[in-house]
C-alpha cells in the first residue's frame, strides 16, 4: 500500500512520469507477433504504444494464441460474442502482456446501459409545500436533522478552487427545480439562480423535457440538492458524462478520468475496446467529436453516486482503474462513491433483480451463493459510503443500517458492503478488518465470501427519505446515492476549515479515518442481507454494513487541522 502523506501531494507531471511505460514492453510484444506471422505492416499502436492491435483471422488468432475460438450465445439476451475459454502466450513475453482480446471477455454479452445510480432509488412523494419543520427527521429527511446528526455548521465561506464536484451518467439535472428546493429546504436560504459549473465530457448535456418526462433527473436532483444545502456558499461542478446514447458498455468511470487526466488516455494501454464506450459514437445520434483526453478541471472532492459490478469487469480493468483513482488521491483529491443498494448482492443496472457470483468461477449468476463486491469500491483508494436510516422520528432516536426489502425479494435496499475478491485488505483498514473477523464475522466457509480482500464502505450516512425536488413535486428519496452527496459535503467543508488555516486540502481519507473511529457514530443496529444468507451485521467498530459509522464533523475537524 503506497504511503500518502497527508497535505504533501504531487504535481500532475509527477504522477504522469512515475506511471509512464516502458520501452522493453513494447517492442518485445511487437517482435513476437512479428515473428509469428503477422507482417510489421499490419501492425499499429494505441495513441499510448501500450495496445499492439492488427486485423486478422481467427485461423491466426488460434495459432497466436494456442486456442480454438466459438461463438457464446447469452441464454437470455441471445447476444451472441466471439470468444474462447483459455489462451496462452510464450513464456518470454508473458511478463510484458497483462491480457490480450478479444479472448476470454464475454462481459459484453448482456449489455447494460452505461452506468446505473447506485440503485433503483426509493422516491417517496410529499405534498406540494412541504417545507423545514413540516416533517419529522423519521419522515423525511432536511438539512436540519442533517445538522443535528453530524454537527455541522452552516458554512460562512467559499475558498477559491474548492468546488465540490460531482459526476452524472445518463441523468440529468433539471435546474428549473432548484429554487423550488432551495426555497423550501435550505437555511439560511440559497438564493434563486444559482447553479453548479457545467463540465460536459464526451457529449455531456443538459436536461429536456424529455428527459425529465422519462424520470432521468432524480439522481441528479438528489445529489445536487443535497450538497448544495450543505456546502453553500461554495459551488458545485457538473461533470455530466457520455452522451447517453452509447449505451452497449459496461464501463464509463474510465472516460470521466480520461477527461480528467490527459495521460491517462495512453496509460497501460489507454481504454478498453468492449468495455469502455468509443468516440466519435458509432450510433445514431451520438457524439461525433474525439474521446476527450484532459480539460476537465480536478475539484478537491468528488462524489459519484454509480456503481459497477467487480465480477463482471476483467481483472487488469479494475487495477488500472484503481491506480487512477491512487493518483488522483496523490494530487490532494477525495474520491467518494456509493457503496451500492443490494446488501452483500448487486444488480447490473436499475430494474435488473439482484444477482451475486456463482460459488466456483465466480461469473455473475442469478441463482449464484457467493458475495458480489462492487466496483470501484473495492479499489482501497475509493472511499466507500454505505447507508443508514433513523431508528425513531427524531434525530435523538440514533441510526441503524438502512433496511427496505422489496415485496418480492429481488429489489431489497441494503447498505452494500462487504469483501473484494480483485484487491487485498489495506494495511490502513486491516486492525479494523481482524477486529470484525476474529469477533463478529459469520462463518459461512470460504466459497461465500474473500475474508482476505479489502472491506467497504468506510463510513456512513443518512440513505433514506431524503429532501429532494423533482419536476416540481417533493420526493423523500432514498439510496447510498443520497450517502455519498452527504459525506462529500462536509469532506468539502473539512478542506474549507483547512485552506482557512493556510493548509491545503486532505486528499486521500481512508488512512486518517481508520486511525481515528472515535471520530465517528457507531451503528452496531442492522445487517446486509444477500445471496440466500443475513449478510453481515452491524457491530461495535468497523463493519461490511455501515463501515466505521457516520460523521461527527467537529471532531475529524480537530483532527485535520492538527495535521500537516
Not at 433539471?174 to 463540465?199: A, H, M, S
Not at 424520470?215 to 450538497?227: C, I, K, R, T, Y
Not at 493518483?327 to 467518494?336: A, D, F, I, P
Not at 455519498?484 to 486528499?507: D, F, M, Q, S, Y
Request: glycine share 10%; proline share 8%; aromatic share 12%.
Amino acid at each position: 500500500m503506497l504511503n500518502i502523506s497527508l497535505g504533501k501531494h504531487w504535481t500532475a507531471e509527477q504522477v504522469a512520469n512515475t506511471f509512464a511505460p516502458h520501452q522493453e514492453t513494447k517492442d518485445s510484444v511487437m517482435d513476437w507477433l512479428i515473428e509469428s506471422g503477422i507482417d510489421r505492416s499490419r501492425l499499429s499502436l494505441s495513441t499510448g504504444r501500450n495496445w499492439v492491435q492488427f486485423d486478422g483471422t481467427v485461423e491466426e488468432a488460434e495459432r497466436i494464441f494456442a486456442t480454438e475460438y466459438w461463438y457464446y450465445k447469452h441464454k437470455d439476451s441471445d447476444g451472441y460474442r466471439l470468444a474462447c475459454d483459455h489462451y496462452s502466450v510464450p513464456k518470454h513475453v508473458q511478463k510484458h502482456v497483462d491480457f490480450a482480446m478479444p479472448t476470454i471477455q464475454l462481459d459484453g454479452l448482456k449489455p447494460v446501459a452505461n452506468l446505473s445510480p447506485a440503485r433503483q432509488l426509493q422516491a417517496l412523494p410529499f405534498p406540494q409545500g412541504a417545507k423545514l419543520g413540516a416533517q419529522p427527521c423519521g419522515v423525511l429527511i432536511t438539512i436540519d436533522c442533517l445538522r443535528a446528526l453530524y454537527n455541522f455548521p452552516v458554512l460562512n465561506s467559499s475558498a477559491p478552487g474548492n468546488q465540490l464536484g460531482i459526476g452524472e451518467w445518463a441523468d440529468y439535472l433539471y435546474e428549473p427545480d432548484l429554487p423550488t428546493f432551495f426555497t423550501n429546504f435550505t437555511r439560511p436560504q440559497i438564493p434563486n439562480g444559482t447553479v453548479p459549473e457545467f463540465i460536459p465530457i464526451d457529449g455531456g448535456k443538459t436536461a429536456n423535457l424529455s428527459t425529465v418526462r422519462q424520470g432521468s433527473g432524480v439522481e441528479a436532483a438528489l445529489d445536487f440538492q443535497s450538497a448544495y444545502s450543505i456546502v453553500y456558499p461554495q459551488a458545485l461542478r457538473l461533470y455530466q458524462v457520455g452522451d447517453g446514447v452509447n449505451v452497449d458498455s459496461v464501463g464509463t468511470f474510465n472516460i470521466f478520468l480520461d477527461a480528467l487526466d490527459e495521460s491517462y488516455c495512453t496509460y497501460e494501454g489507454g481504454d478498453q475496446p468492449y468495455v469502455d464506450p468509443e468516440y466519435p459514437d458509432p450510433n445514431e445520434g451520438g457524439y461525433t467529436g474525439p474521446l476527450q483526453c484532459g480539460g476537465a478541471p480536478t475539484s478537491n472532492v468528488f462524489s459519484v453516486s454509480y456503481g459497477q459490478i467487480e465480477g463482471a469487469l476483467p481483472y487488469f480493468y479494475q487495477h488500472r482503474q484503481c491506480n487512477e483513482w491512487m493518483k488522483l488521491g496523490l494530487q490532494g483529491v477525495s474520491v467518494l462513491f456509493a457503496s451500492g443498494d443490494s446488501g452483500v448482492a448487486n444488480r447490473y443496472n436499475a430494474g435488473y433483480p439482484n444477482s451475486c457470483l456463482n460459488a466456483n468461477d465466480d461469473y455473475v449468476d442469478n441463482n449464484g451463493t457467493r458475495y458480489s463486491p462492487s466496483f470501484p469500491v473495492n479499489c482501497p483508494y475509493i472511499t466507500a459510503v454505505g447507508a443508514t436510516t433513523l431508528l425513531g422520528n427524531s434525530t435523538d432516536s440514533g441510526e441503524r443500517a438502512v433496511a427496505e426489502p422489496s415485496p418480492d425479494g429481488t429489489t431489497d435496499f441494503y447498505s452494500g458492503g462487504g469483501f473484494a475478491n480483485y484487491f487485498e485488505t489495506p494495511s490502513y483498514q486491516s486492525d479494523a478488518v481482524s477486529n470484525f473477523l476474529i469477533r463478529y464475522a459469520p462463518d459461512y466457509g470460504p466459497n461465500v465470501y474473500n475474508s482476505s480482500g479489502r472491506g467497504f464502505p468506510d463510513l456512513s450516512a443518512i440513505g433514506l427519505n431524503v429532501a429532494t425536488v423533482f419536476n416540481g413535486r417533493t420526493l423523500g428519496v432514498g439510496g447510498t446515492s443520497a450517502s455519498a452527496p452527504i459525506v462529500a459535503g462536509i469532506v468539502t467543508l473539512l478542506n474549507e476549515a483547512r485552506i482557512a488555516a493556510g493548509k491545503g486540502p486532505i486528499g486521500f481519507l481512508n488512512p486518517t479515518l481508520y486511525q481515528n473511529p472515535d471520530a465517528f457514530n457507531d451503528i452496531t443496529i442492522g445487517n446486509n442481507p444477500g445471496c440466500g444468507t443475513g449478510g453481515f451485521n452491524a457491530t461495535p467498530g468497523w463493519d461490511p454494513v455501515t463501515g466505521l459509522g457516520t460523521p461527527n464533523y467537529e471532531k475529524l475537524k480537530d483532527i485535520f487541522l492538527a495535521l500537516p
